[in-house]
C-alpha cells in the first residue's frame, strides 16, 4: 500500500513538471511571451531543481524520510496554489521555483524509499512502479492537464495538481511507515562519490542524453501542430501515445535488464538517437509521427529506469546523495535541452529539433558503448 501511494506520488509530480510542455502555447498567449520565453518556465525550474538537489538534500539528510516526504509533498500543493493565482510571467515563474524546490528533494528520495519499502527481492518491481507513475503521468496526467488547460485555461490544470496532491498526502498519512534515514552526509564525503568512475560516468551519459531527448520533447506540442499539421485532439493523442510506450518500456525493463542489460542499455539508447533523427522525417504524416514518438518514448523511459537501478547500485551507502546527484543532473539536462530547443527555434527552425536532439544521442551512444559500459561489466 505504501509503494501504491509512492507511485501516485511520482505520477503527481511528474504531471506537474510535464504540464508546462502541453500548456506552452496556451501560457505564452495569455501571459503575451513567446513560446521560447514560456518555454523557459521548464528551463529554470530544471535548473533550480540540478542547483538545489545535493544542497537541499544534504541538509535535511538526517530528516526521518516519512516526515520529508510530507514536508516536500505539502510544499509542492502550496506552490501549485500559487501558480494557479499567477497573473504575470514573474509570479508564475517563481511558483515554479517553489514547485522545483519540491522536486528537487522528492525526486532524491522516491526511487531509494521505494526500494526500501519494497518487498524482499522485489527491487526491479519497485522500481517499476516508480517508472510507471512518470508514464502514467504522460499518459493521463499532461494529456488531462492539456485538456483542462484548452477547456478551463491553463490555471485550473494548475489547481488540479494541488488538489490531487493533497488527496494524495491524505493517503500517505495513513499507510506510509517511517522510514529511518541513511545518517547526514557532509561536504567532506563527497569526493567518494566524485571518485567512483561508474557514478561519474552515469551522469556524463545522462547528462547528454537528457539534453537531447529536451531539445525535441520541450518543443514538441508545437512541432506537432506547426509542422507536423496535427490538429488538437491528434496531438493530445500521441502525447498520450508517447506516455503508454513509457509503461511498455518498464516492462521491458522487469522481463529483460536483469538477464541481457547490455543489450538492453545499447538497444535503449540507440532507439533514441535514431528516432530523434527520425522525428522530422516522419512529420509528412500523423500516423508515422505517432509511431516515431511511442518507439522513442521506449527508448527513453528504459534509458531512466535503466541507470536509476545503476546509480542505486553503484552508491548502496549514499543512495540518496547519489540519486540526488542523478536528479540534479537530469534536470541540468532538461533546462539546457529546453533551452537548445529555443535557441533552435529561434535561430534555426522548428522542423531542426529532431535532428540536434539527434546529434546528442548519438554522441551519448558512443560514450556509453566506448566508455561506461566496459566499466558497468566491470562491476558486475
Excluded at 44 to 70: C, D, N, Q, T
Excluded at 312 to 317: D, F, L
Excluded at 318 to 338: D, E, P
Amino acid at each position: 500500500m505504501a509503494l501504491i501511494g509512492l507511485t501516485f506520488a511520482v505520477f503527481v509530480f511528474n504531471m506537474s513538471e510535464f504540464m508546462p510542455i502541453g500548456l506552452l502555447s496556451g501560457i505564452a498567449a495569455d501571459l503575451d511571451v513567446t513560446e521560447a520565453r514560456a518555454g523557459m518556465l521548464i528551463s529554470v525550474y530544471a535548473w533550480v531543481v540540478a542547483l538545489l538537489s545535493l544542497p537541499l538534500m544534504m541538509l535535511v539528510s538526517g530528516m526521518e524520510f516519512r516526515k520529508l516526504l510530507f514536508c516536500t509533498v505539502t510544499l509542492f500543493i502550496v506552490s501549485h496554489v500559487l501558480s494557479a493565482m499567477s497573473h504575470s510571467y514573474t509570479a508564475l515563474m517563481l511558483s515554479r521555483m517553489g514547485v522545483a524546490c519540491a522536486h528537487a528533494v522528492f525526486w532524491s528520495i522516491a526511487s531509494p524509499l521505494a526500494v526500501r519499502i519494497a518487498p524482499e527481492g522485489r527491487t526491479s518491481l519497485a522500481l517499476s512502479m516508480i517508472v510507471a507513475g512518470t508514464s502514467i503521468a504522460m499518459i493521463a496526467g499532461l494529456p488531462v492537464g492539456r485538456i483542462i488547460g484548452l477547456y478551463m485555461g491553463w490555471r485550473a490544470s494548475f489547481l488540479c495538481i494541488a488538489i490531487l496532491s493533497a488527496a494524495i498526502l491524505a493517503y500517505l498519512a495513513f499507510v506510509f511507515p517511517k522510514v529511518p534515514s541513511d545518517g547526514s552526509f557532509s561536504v567532506k564525503e563527497l569526493p567518494t562519490i566524485f571518485k567512483n568512475p561508474v557514478l561519474v560516468g552515469i551522469y556524463i551519459l545522462t547528462f547528454v542524453i537528457v539534453t537531447g531527448h529536451y531539445t525535441a520533447y520541450s518543443y514538441i506540442e508545437p512541432f506537432m501542430i506547426q509542422i507536423a499539421g496535427m490538429n488538437d485532439d491528434w496531438t493530445t493523442f500521441t502525447l498520450t501515445a508517447f506516455g503508454i510506450a513509457g509503461i511498455l518500456g518498464s516492462m521491458l525493463f522487469s522481463r529483460y535488464y536483469t538477464t541481457k542489460q547490455n543489450t538492453f542499455i545499447r538497444t535503449a539508447l540507440a532507439g533514441v538517437a535514431v528516432f530523434l533523427l527520425l522525428l522530422h522525417i516522419a512529420a509528412i504524416n500523423p500516423y508515422l509521427v505517432l509511431l516515431v514518438c511511442v518507439l522513442w518514448g521506449i527508448g527513453m523511459t528504459s534509458f531512466n529506469v535503466a541507470f536509476q537501478a545503476e546509480t542505486i547500485k553503484a552508491a548502496p551507502h549514499a543512495t540518496a546523495i547519489a540519486m540526488s546527484l542523478f536528479s540534479g543532473i537530469y534536470n541540468l539536462g532538461i533546462g539546457c535541452g529546453a533551452l537548445a530547443g529555443g535557441a533552435v527555434c529561434t535561430y534555426l527552425s522548428l522542423t531542426d529539433i529532431g535532428y540536434v536532439g539527434g546529434a546528442f544521442a548519438v554522441a551519448a551512444c558512443v560514450f556509453c558503448f566506448v566508455r561506461l559500459l566496459p566499466l558497468l561489466n566491470g562491476k558486475r
